[in-house]
């Protein structure tokens, strides 16, 4: 008989690509990692693993086993949340994964709703990397996470997660207010971009009008830095970053300083508008979905959270499409 516990190893060291890294994410040593794979190929009577000096790949029947690992591990999550749900009421600890301004500006509201409905519940918020999140709820560090896809940084589907969308928000490029865009560089189209926040514009042309200007991204490695690289290079050029920061209420208080320009979400732009910066809304959006663990949708905890959740999401910007 296989067991459920070593499935779960072979599955993380397929996501993963070591076995340092699921000894890292699952509170193992190395060894203990090794040792149970071991044990598992004893069971399967067959090998699962090619080892390479320190590196290890699954063998063709070990990636068999993983699909079916996907498979068993999700029947585990509905049958968690069918005896919740017979047990009745809602208590305990749910970990909950956000990214910033989602638990800035949607969160706090679904926490008060959810307290009022399941007072024994005790959500749990981790401010979570949207990148980082697949692998916390494979782990079972999170039950429940808030992601965000952009249109220009398609989003494979991670294997064992599911996902629901919640919210869309219009994107703008935050600029000084005080100082014209720089020509754009030699051969480029000689554009400008609208200055109204309320109107979707060409959106090469305002990127490309801001070739030569700093720009302040977020830190590589992260979603929301791809998005800008992308836009930028999908524009004619790549951005000379002089910031990398991620919080936008800071982004936003350096454009004000005149230290560059930045493409900011509509959740990132708290409280009146500045003066000081000129927005200029761009024909590409974010998407925040909820995400949670392949079978967990039903679990009456997970499902309790998103509804607050769809309670609490801010009216989508003017001429966003409604989220599907």
């Known amino acids: 008989m296989l067991d459920v516990r070593r499935l779960r190893l072979l599955r993380e060291l397929a996501r993963r690509g070591t076995i340092a890294a699921v000894a890292q994410a699952l509170a193992f040593s190395p060894s203990a990692v090794s040792q149970q794979l071991t044990v598992l190929e004893r069971e399967a009577g067959l090998p699962l693993l090619e080892r390479t000096g320190r590196r290890v790949r ?39 994964g956000a990214f910033p301004t989602a638990a800035r500006a949607i969160v706090p509201a679904a926490l008060t709703a959810l307290a009022r409905r399941h007072p024994a519940l005790e959500p749990m918020v981790s401010e979570t990397d949207p990148a980082a999140v697949a692998h916390a ?39 000084p207010a005080g100082r014209a865009p720089g020509p754009p560089p030699p051969g480029g189209p000689d554009r400008s971009p609208e200055v109204s926040p309320d109107r979707t514009t060409d959106q090469a042309g305002v990127l490309l009008a801001h070739a030569e200007d700093p720009w302040i ?15 930028c290079r999908a524009a ?19 454009v004000a300083a005149g230290q560059g320009v930045a493409v900011v979400p509509q959740l990132g732009i708290t409280g009146p508008p500045d003066p000081a910066v000129r927005l200029t809304r ?43």
């Open 58 to 96: 699954l063998t063709p029947a070990g990636e068999t086993l993983v699909r079916h690992a996907d498979a068993v591990l999700e029947r585990l999550e509905r049958a968690g949340a069918d005896l919740a749900e017979a047990r009745g009421g809602l208590a305990g600890a749910l970990r909950v």
């Open 137 to 175: 709820l494979r782990a079972g560090d999170l039950d429940v996470a808030l992601i965000h896809v952009y249109d220009l940084v398609p989003a494979p589907r991670e294997p064992g997660i599911d996902t629901e969308p919640l919210y869309r928000e219009a994107m703008y490029l935050a600029a």
């Open 217 to 231: 991204t977020a830190s590589p490695g992260t979603l929301c830095h791809a998005m800008t690289v992308r836009a």
């Open 236 to 254: 004619g050029f790549t951005p000379r970053v002089r910031h990398r920061v991620d919080e936008f209420a800071t982004v936003l208080a350096l």
């Open 282 to 324: 761009l024909p590409m959006e974010r998407r925040t979905e909820v995400a949670f663990r392949s079978g967990s949708a039903a679990h009456p905890a997970v499902a309790a959270f998103t509804a607050a959740l769809r309670e609490s999401v801010p009216p989508e910007p003017a001429g966003s499409r409604a989220a599907r």
